[in-house]
């Protein structure tokens, strides 16, 4: 069965839809089948998948609403090889009418049920704020993954989340974790940069991952080419930290199903 994997952080900007692409084609690229599902009204996950967001035939909206399947409306992106749910500004719209709904907050875990048994993951890109749409989400996931920038406000915005996270955990959500926290666009040269990242490392030693994704011009040219950075430069510094950062998941995911197993 499937790891469903949000990643989220209400902060824009802190490289969350760079991270869930980039981390998509990298377990793609170990032959995991992984679904990336576009919870981003932006659609910038879905244009950076190499998919034009402006001529879906079928949505994340549509999925949410119940006019579709995840199987319907699911299409590949054949560069990267990973399949993702996408799409566009009409989802904007689908938040409004989830309201309507009983099972408003629960719409896409119901939605991904199936879904679950077909891919090793499904990465879900979450908007940058705490909304229903992040909340279907984070009811949807097994754990979440939260990008942050190593900066003046990023301690007290991660604050934030994890309490978010608490909150669903305790009512809608019991097996939600927090999966790790990754430090993004990490410049060594600054300062701040360093103290922000010691402090990260002291308050949470088991979640932040090893892995570091610094500044780098190819990850941030790859988008606009519409394909992830390991087919844009694979040898660039951003590539090779995100197929560590894919490998890093894997190992503790791998390490944690044989400690079940022995238990």
Do not use: W
């Amino acid at each position: 069965m499937g790891k469903i994997i949000a990643i989220a952080n209400q902060k824009g900007g802190v490289g969350k839809t760079t991270t869930c692409i980039n981390l998509a084609a990298s377990l793609a690229a170990t032959k995991r089948n992984v679904l990336l599902v576009d919870m981003d009204p932006q659609g910038n996950a879905t244009m950076g998948s190499g998919i034009n967001k402006n001529q879906l035939e079928r949505t994340t909206c549509d999925v949410l609403l119940g006019e579709c399947t995840v199987e319907e409306a699911i299409v590949r992106s054949e560069d990267a090889e990973y399949d993702i749910l996408p799409t566009n500004g009409d989802l904007t719209a689908a938040e409004v009418s989830l309201i309507e709904f009983q099972d408003r907050e629960s719409r896409l875990r119901s939605a991904l049920e199936k879904a679950k048994n077909t891919y090793d993951y499904i990465l879900i890109d979450c908007p940058p704020s705490l909304n229903m749409l992040t909340l279907n989400s984070l009811v949807a996931a097994q754990s979440v993954m939260i990008p942050m920038q190593c900066e003046y406000y990023a301690l007290e915005g991660l604050t934030a989340l994890l309490e978010t996270v608490n909150q669903i955990q305790a009512t809608v959500n019991s097996e939600l974790q927090v999966e790790g926290l990754l430090r993004t666009m990490f410049d060594p040269r600054n300062n701040l940069a360093n103290d922000v990242s010691g402090q990260l490392l002291v308050h949470f030693p088991q979640k932040v991952y090893r892995t570091v994704i610094p500044r780098n011009v190819r990850l941030a040219e790859a988008p606009s080419h519409g394909i992830p950075v390991i087919q844009y430069d694979k040898s660039s510094r951003g590539a090779l930290a995100y197929l560590a950062l894919a490998g890093e998941i894997l190992r503790k995911h791998e390490d944690a199903t044989l400690v079940g197993n022995v238990s």
